[in-house]
Structures are given as C-alpha cells and as structure tokens.
C-alpha cells in the first residue's frame, strides 16, 4: 500500500500534521537510523531525538510536535497504538488464506468443522474434534480427539494439539508448538522411574498468543492453563498443571515447573526459570535468567538467580562488584599485619 501523508495521517486520526518540506508517498515503516523519503518512523523517547533530528524519513510519528524535526510529522495520542496501524497497513502483501479442506489433509468423518474454515496440506484432525468459524490451520497441524478449537483461532504450520483439549477464540499459535504432550512426572518404584498417566488436558483461553516450539504439557488431572489474552514468547516450557493468570507476557525461554501458579499480569523475563509448586502473585516481574525457588508475593519484581527481591539483590550484587576492591585491602591489611608480627618477633 501506498499513501499520502494526508491519507495517513487521517487513517491514524492524528491530532497534528507538521509538513515543513516536500512530501513523497508513504510505503513502508523504517527505523529511525534506516528510513527514507518513503518510510515513516516513529519517536518514543526524548533519548531518541537527536536520531530523529538527522532521520530523512517521510513522516515521524510523534506524541507533540518537535522543533529538532525538520522532517514532517504526524502528531498523535499514543506512538505505539499509531505505529501498530501502520506496520498494518504497510504489511508486505500475501495471498488471502483460502477456505477449504486440501487434498492432502485428513479428516475424520466424525469431525465437526464451521464455517470458512481452512485446513492445509498435510494437515490430520482425529475423531471427535471441533473446529469453530473461520479457523486456520496450516499446513502438517495435527488436532488430536475430541479437542475443540473456538473461531477466528491460527495454527500455523506443524502446530499439534493433544487429545481433549481446548483452544480459545482469536488465538494464534506459531509453527512447531506442541500443546498437551504428556508432562515430566515420574515417580521411583523398585529402582525405576515409572511414568504417572497425565488425564487431564490443556485448556488455552480467548486472544491468548503462543509463539513458534513452545511446549505446553497436559495436566495429571484438571487442566494445565494458560488465561486470557496472554502472550509467548518462542521456545517455552509450561510444565504439567500449571495455571496462567490473564494477561500474562511471558518471553523467550522460559521454563516453568509443573503445579506453578501465575497470577494476572505476571511479566516473566528471557531465560527465567520457576521451581514447581510455587505461586507467583498478581502483577509480580520475574527479570530474566532469573531462578525463582520460591512464592513471590503480588507486585514484587524479583531478579538475579537464586531469585531475589530486587532491592535486596541490588545490595547483594553491589557487594559482590565490591569483592576485588575488598580482596585488595585485605591483602594490604595481611602485609601490615605481617610486618607488625615480624616487628614483634624481632623485640623478642
């Protein structure tokens, strides 16, 4: 798509347009340090100002106009929310998805499939299963018994669903993710470890984003869940009977342990890792490569690995950075003491 900085600005509902040069159609979004006449970038910081004031871009979106700009700008409520709009109107464009079953897909003939629904090459959906309005599922998804897709949802291509479980509305799952595999449960019999049968499923909830080989285990019993209109990362580990409040932003890499509970709005930071059966309370930010071995009361940010509340990791880090300082003075201290001693000796 093409557009002019007049048919942009009225798209984005700009409060503002400051046009102080020659303007070109608009094609793409840019960053600040790449954008041409053609592209739009945005400004969300003041730290980035003296970037935008070099930029050669087409248009800057800004949330008030700026004197450092000399390119023109579109001044709006919120830079996010705006820059959003544009990557989606400046999408790179592909082929509308098609509805329909391809040939090579296989379908139980007991399976129940709404309207406008696609299903892609190679694609397998077992007996009992039911897939709502308008879903996709790309190509090599397989949709295991008796699970239940809601509408509007995406699996992208080689996405597996378990036996029993079920997916949301306006959910969308990335390639290679598995949902309800058998979870890591074991107990020690007679010098074995003999596997405990996982009957329960995984219940994913509306608007829920799941990124690309995440891997989300099914419950011993009840349902492993992961709440409404949370979002992760790639390349996560949801262990057996995990409860995932809403509204959750989990990223990448994350591994958390069978029978953990997350509040709403927890934040849980790359690399982060959560012992099982314990609570994170509502709101609370795990910083990443954090390990957290146990509950984290509501609001409270947690980093370093063991985890630690943050002021008093900040203590505990600052004391470590001290350690060569402090290991340098000890040495002179053991010299002083040394001499003195040998002072000693020598009276006697």
């Known amino acids: 798509m093409e557009l002019t900085l007049e048919q942009l600005a009225e798209h984005l509902q ?56 000399s390119v023109p700008q579109l001044v709006v409520q919120n830079v996010d929310a705006a820059l959003i709009q544009c990557l989606e109107l400046f999408a790179p464009p592909l082929r509308p998805v098609v509805a329909g079953i391809h040939p090579s897909a296989v379908v139980a003939d007991d399976v129940t499939l709404g309207q406008e629904v696609s299903v892609g090459p190679g694609a397998v959906i077992d007996h ?7 879903c996709v599922l790309a190509a090599g998804c397989k949709i295991g018994q008796n699970t239940v897709l809601g509408t509007h949802t995406r699996l992208d291509s080689n996405v597996v669903v378990y036996h029993n479980c079920k997916i949301g509305s306006n959910v969308i799952i990335q390639a290679n993710t598995v949902i309800g595999a058998v979870g890591f449960g074991y107990a020690t019999l007679d010098g074995a470890h003999r596997l405990f049968p996982h009957n329960g499923a995984v219940v994913i909830e509306d608007f829920v984003d799941i990124g690309a080989n995440c891997c989300i285990d099914r419950a011993k019993f ?10 992760m990362d790639n390349q996560v580990q949801v262990g057996h009977n995990v409860v995932i409040g809403k509204g959750c932003l989990i990223a990448g890499q994350v591994g958390i342990a069978g029978s953990c509970t997350l509040g709403d709005g927890v934040v849980v930071g790359g690399k982060a890792a959560l012992a099982d059966n314990i609570t994170i309370g509502a709101g609370a930010v795990i910083g990443a490569v954090a390990g957290v071995l146990g509950n984290v009361p509501a609001g409270q940010t947690v980093v370093w690995s063991p985890g630690l509340e943050q002021s008093q990791a900040k203590r505990v880090v600052g004391e470590i950075l001290r350690l060569p300082k402090t290991a340098s003075r000890v040495k002179q201290l053991i010299k002083r003491l040394d001499k003195l001693e040998a002072a000693e000796n020598d009276k006697g």
Do not use: M, P, Y
């Open 14 to 69: 700009a409060a503002q347009v400051v046009s102080q040069g020659a303007v070109t159609t608009l094609k793409a979004v840019a960053a600040l340090d790449e954008a041409t006449e053609h592209d739009v970038t945005f400004v969300t910081a003041d730290r980035h100002l003296a970037a935008a004031a070099e930029c050669r871009a087409g248009a800057v979106l800004v949330v008030r106009a700026r004197d450092e700009i």
């Open 222 to 231: 009840a349902n492993t869940i992961v709440g409404k209109g949370t979002k």
């Open 128 to 134: 009992g299963a039911r897939i709502g309005d308008r």
